[in-house]
């Protein structure tokens, strides 16, 4: 196994056999730190291997710099390449390649994938990437499978799932072998839960998401002939090759190689192929409007104000209505995060409300100067 620090490479050595003499001796795994790997380098290594897997946490801005400048080295080598990624749904392919071919904007592109429902995570840490992925004409591929699916079937498993939800299953599936089923124990009993079946459900759960990516990449490989792949993907798809990797090599026949983002990792031989332990980064405080939201009905409504945040400055006021936000419609949380994902600390928006109760209500508008999130919880709006 190769570690990675862009410039620093590390060799993760298993042990011999040990003779009959050493049998109460202490075993080790040594890792060499004398050798360098850069970038260009890197990509050069990776250069035979027809898809590229790269981990990552999914809140670790670093991660997907790191992401970011493998998929600059790799399409500078090979121009043809494409990228895969588990934030998107299959399902809304059409709207990922009008983005990639200009035809609709960012915003158009965040709401048409609905990414905010689907996905969540703060789009700034994604946007570096499917921006250089739009500037140099790179397809994308979106791989996963409804989110409803998966927690269906954590729910009430396979056999529970109605003929609809069984219409978005994976074509082919291939049971979960022991280490497979061994290394999902441990984040299942992470979770605490104890009702009879549940660890098979989650088990099926897993499968149905690496299946279902895999299958979704295959079948643009396999309609792409010598077409290259990086696939972009949380670490615990990829790690020991168990997850996505194999399942798609069983439909492709695909060489492959796995980078993983290292840093907080505990190590392990045969994890990947290269661990990249590049420094910590961090996203800049965004701006928040600080309330807690709720939404039904097709309303989005201020449950809850934070003192002296933004929201509270301007006036607003717990169970106002959310109509606007810079003549954008708000009838979802998601529909704010819209509005703000790019906004900074002391930007002002304009926010329209709906105030009052049944018949006595009015309409109002104010400017509200967006605070910095670092000051509240990230679970405001």
């Not at 390449?81 to 059409?94: D, N």
């Not at 700034?124 to 921006?131: D, E, G, H, M």
């Not at 061994?182 to 979770?191: G, Q, S, W």
Request: glycine share 8%.
């Amino acid at each position: 196994m190769r570690l990675l620090d862009f410039g620093v490479l590390l060799i993760l050595a298993g042990c011999a056999t040990r003779p009959a003499w050493a049998a109460d001796s202490t075993a080790f795994d040594a890792v060499d730190l004398t050798a360098k790997l850069t970038p260009p380098a890197l990509a050069e290594r990776l250069a035979d291997k027809r898809v590229v897997f790269v981990g990552e946490t999914h809140n670790r801005y670093g991660d997907h710099l790191n992401q970011l400048a493998i998929l600059q080295q790799l399409h500078g080598r090979d121009p043809d390449i494409a990228l895969g990624v588990e934030y998107l749904q299959r399902r809304f392919q059409p709207h990922v390649d009008d983005y990639i071919a200009g035809r609709i904007t960012e915003r158009e592109f965040l709401r048409d994938t609905q990414y905010f429902e689907g996905w969540g995570y703060d789009y700034r840490l994604y946007a570096p990437i499917f921006r250089y992925a739009r500037e140099q004409h790179i397809p994308v591929v979106a791989l996963n499978v409804p989110p409803s699916l998966p927690a269906a079937v954590a729910k009430v498993g396979l056999d529970g799932l109605s003929a609809e939800q069984r219409a978005d299953l994976p074509k082919e599936m291939e049971p979960a072998g022991e280490e497979y089923r061994a290394r999902l124990r441990e984040a299942f009993e992470a979770h605490g839960q104890e009702r009879p079946g549940a660890f098979d459900h989650f088990v099926e759960a897993q499968l149905v998401w690496d299946e279902g990516m895999a299958e979704s990449a295959a079948e643009y490989l396999n309609a792409h002939a010598g077409r290259r792949m990086l696939i972009f993907t949380g670490s615990g798809h990829l790690a020991f090759g168990s997850g996505i990797p194999q399942r798609l090599q069983r439909r492709t026949a695909a060489s492959y190689a796995i980078v993983l983002n290292g840093r907080g990792e505990e190590l392990e031989p045969n994890m990947a192929d290269y661990l990249l332990l590049g420094g910590e980064e961090a996203l800049p405080p965004a701006g928040i409007l600080g309330a807690r939201l709720n939404e039904a009905a097709g309303q989005c409504r201020i449950d809850a104000l934070l003192h002296g945040g933004a929201a509270d400055k301007a006036g607003l006021e717990p169970r106002d209505v959310l109509l606007t936000i810079d003549g954008q419609a708000v009838r979802s949380i998601a529909d704010v995060h819209l509005a703000l994902w790019d906004k900074k600390p002391g930007d002002r928006v304009h926010v329209e409300v709906r105030r009052g109760h049944r018949r006595k209500t009015r309409d109002s508008a104010v400017d509200v100067e967006l605070m910095s999130s670092a000051a509240h919880s990230s679970s405001s709006g």
